[in-house]
Nanobody, 118 residues
Framework: QVQLVESGGGLVQAGGSLRLSCAAS????????MGWFRQAPGKEREFVAR????????YYADSVKGRFTISRDNAKNTVYLQMNSLKPEDTAVYYC???????????WGQGTQVTVSS
C-alpha cells in the first residue's frame, strides 16, 4: 500500500507556471507507475501524465503535451508535475495516483486545486 499527499496547487494567471508535488509513503514507491489526473467542475476525471518506475518513460495527454512535464525522485519518494504556459482550461483539482502497472492506479491522493485566471 502507498499513501499519497499532493501539494503545490494555487491560483495563477494564464501563461504562468506551477509545480505540483506528490509525496508518497511506503518502501515500494520506486516500483510503482505514477500518474497525474485532473477533474474540472462538472467534468469527469481525466488522465494528464504518467511516468514509469525507473523514470525512463513518460506519457502525456495531448492537451498538455509540450507544456507539462512529469518527473520523479525515487530517493525522495516524490513525483512532480511541472506545468508551464497554463491556460484557464487547465483549472481543475489535480490528483496524484500510483499503481503496479501503467493502466491501473488503485492508490490516490486527496487532490490539490489549480486555478488559472484569464
Amino acid at each position: 500500500q502507498v499513501q499519497l499527499v499532493e501539494s503545490g496547487g494555487g491560483l495563477v494567471q494564464a501563461g504562468g507556471s506551477l509545480r505540483l508535488s506528490c509525496a508518497a509513503s511506503g518502501r515500494t514507491f520506486s516500483s510503482y507507475y505514477m500518474g497525474w489526473f485532473r477533474q474540472a467542475p462538472g467534468k469527469e476525471r481525466e488522465f494528464v501524465a504518467r511516468i514509469n518506475p525507473s523514470a525512463g518513460n513518460t506519457y502525456y495527454a495531448d492537451s498538455v503535451k509540450g507544456r507539462f512535464t512529469i518527473s520523479r525522485d525515487n530517493a525522495k519518494n516524490t513525483v512532480y508535475l511541472q506545468m508551464n504556459s497554463l491556460k484557464p482550461e487547465d483549472t481543475a483539482v489535480y490528483y496524484c495516483a500510483a499503481g503496479p502497472i501503467a493502466t491501473a492506479f488503485p492508490y490516490w491522493g486527496q487532490g490539490t486545486q489549480v486555478t488559472v485566471s484569464s
